[in-house]
């Protein structure tokens, strides 16, 4: 598992321009998968109308209190897949009771997390039953061709290891979703006879042979990977069979989903260090963990259900996909709420003439149902237009009266940020006349007599301080890019709200700092600041969470 950087270096540039094509404009017809035969367009009565698609694309819109400006955004991509494949983990690790379900109010009013359900505890094939029984029917409803793949097969009496849904003729839907249902209900889950890889590498092979006709149609795959990743966790060859084959789709037509069912550290670091690697492939976890991921990086955003479920379903950009990767800027966020709000009919004011583009944000999300946060455990808008003003508005009613900053802007959503000399001494002012032991202890330590520890959400958010090309006295490296800046607003809330964020914060951060994890040719100054941090994390986590 330590050798992904070096595998999926050279399908960068391929991968990169995929990614550029998919962004552009894609009209005209939504065609049958060309991995079957007889290729159909809607207008073949086979299939159900266009017009008959968009119809129900706007029913689940509405249905998941989605805003209906999101149409558009969500029918170019609809129409750029041509089909999506689901390969579906049904080892017996599935069977492990550590997964959560989700408890849905009819109209959304409320979305609670269930670990038990009936006489036992919610397994991981329990909480991707869930995933699967929504998007079975709509993939049925909204003629989404879609093909699953059981990893391994379930034997006699329990179903095909493969089959469809909207891949045929209309009038067959309704026993494809019946059948569909039954497989999965009878599927066994014993040890593992197939490896992912073994199946990816099946998969590939039949998209490889339509590669061209999809490109040249502007038209992609949809590979969603529902597994908990066990495999990759073990001593083998496992985890290096599989980058090998996610690296060799990566260079074909396909949109990678990994929807993991898993809360394994080591599985979720290496899904999260192949997905910083590779721009076709979207990690997504379960909708609670989800959510705090994106309100790490973007607190001004509800991540509500229907969101969740959209980029499950591939039916969300790649700009919306980075919602859990990184800070959004304030340019970010326009452009954002033009996509999901306006879909791009009704100009938004820029953020330039801030006092405009709030007041017709605020008229916006007024004519928008709330949607249940999943952080708050409580109704809220969409958006949070006090986080915003908190965030961005000073700096932008202020930006042609300041010549001079007092505070450094990181320009990715963490709102003010002071600078290393700001929180020194007169006397230590000038930073290149730091020495690292100083660096450290002002980021680690409060002023002035630098003994208490700084907050645990104080240490995460300033950690990129530490590091060059604001940290002078340590040499630059790769590495430093890797850590994920986290927002300071992310950090405003008490209690449970507080102490969940933090965790899942401070086990982010360890995974960046295990000296495991860490690269093999850092300089004596590196190895002293990784362990430096590493030590005052763990001393604070014990301190703050226990």
């Not at 999943?374 to 000073?394: H, N, S, V, Y």
Request: contains cysteine; aromatic residues 10%.
């Amino acid at each position: 598992m330590d050798d992904i950087e070096s595998k999926v270096q050279n399908s960068s540039l391929d991968d990169g321009n995929r990614k550029a094509q998919r962004r552009k404009t894609h009209t005209g017809s939504f065609i049958q998968p060309s991995t079957h035969p007889g290729e159909k367009s809607h207008s073949n009565k086979s299939v159900p109308s266009l017009s008959s698609c968009r119809k129900y694309i706007r029913h689940y819109i509405d249905s998941l209190q989605l805003p209906p400006g999101l149409f558009a955004a969500v029918m170019e991509c609809y129409e750029a897949i041509d089909s999506r494949k689901w390969l579906i983990e049904n080892s017996a690790s599935m069977n492990i009771q550590d997964a959560h379900a989700m408890m849905v109010g009819f109209k959304l009013e409320y979305i609670a997390s269930v670990e038990f359900l009936g006489s036992g505890y919610v397994t991981r094939w329990q909480e991707f039953s869930q995933t699967f029984d929504f998007h079975v029917k709509m993939s049925a409803r909204c003629w989404i061709p879609t093909e699953f793949w059981l990893v391994n097969d379930s034997g006699e009496g329990a179903g095909s290891q493969r089959f469809s849904v909207a891949c045929g003729n209309k009038k067959d839907l309704s026993e494809e979703r019946e059948m569909a249902y039954k497989i999965i209900k009878r599927a066994t889950l014993e040890e593992k006879r197939n490896t992912l890889a073994s199946q990816l590498r099946r998969i590939e092979k039949r998209i490889a042979k339509e590669a061209l006709e999809l490109t040249a149609n502007n038209k992609h795959v949809v590979l969603m990977l529902c597994t908990d990743g066990d495999e990759l966790g073990r001593k083998g060859s496992a985890a290096q069979d599989f980058v090998d084959s996610v690296v060799a789709l990566s260079k074909l037509p396909v949109k990678i989903i990994v929807r993991l069912y898993t809360d394994d550290d080591r599985i979720i670091d290496f899904f999260n260090r192949l997905d910083s690697k590779l721009t076709d492939i979207e990690v997504l976890d379960d909708y609670f963990g989800e959510a705090m991921e994106v309100y790490l990086h973007n607190p001004w955003l509800t991540y509500g259900l229907g969101l969740h479920r959209l980029r499950e379903a591939g039916l969300t950009s790649d700009f919306v996909g980075e919602l859990d990767e990184r800070c959004f800027s304030i340019e970010d966020i326009h452009r954002f709420c033009e996509e999901f709000f306006t879909g791009g009919e009704v100009d938004l004011p820029h953020p330039n003439n801030w006092d405009a583009f709030i007041s017709s944000l605020a008229t916006i999300l007024s004519n928008e149902k709330q949607q249940w946060n999943p952080i708050k455990r409580r109704q809220t808008a969409w958006i949070d237009i006090k986080k915003l003003e908190k965030m961005f508005g000073r700096r932008r009613r202020m930006r042609h009266s300041m010549s001079n900053s007092s505070f450094q802007y990181s320009g990715a959503g963490v709102g003010r940020r002071e600078s290393l000399s700001s929180i020194t001494s007169s006397a230590d002012s000038n930073n290149d006349a730091m020495t690292l032991e100083q660096v450290i202890q002002r980021w680690s330590h409060q002023p002035p007599k630098y003994k208490k520890l700084n907050s645990m959400q104080d240490l995460l958010v300033n950690m990129p301080m530490l590091f060059p090309p604001t940290n002078h006295a340590v040499e630059a490296h790769e590495y430093f890019q890797k850590w994920k800046c986290l927002s300071r607003e992310a950090f405003t809330g008490e209690g449970e709200e507080l102490n969940s964020l933090l965790k899942r914060a401070a086990r982010r951060s360890k995974l960046f700092l295990h000296p495991d994890k860490l690269p093999k040719d850092l300089t004596k100054s590196q190895t002293i600041l990784f362990q430096a941090i590493w030590d005052v994390v763990q001393e604070q986590e014990m301190k703050t969470l226990g």
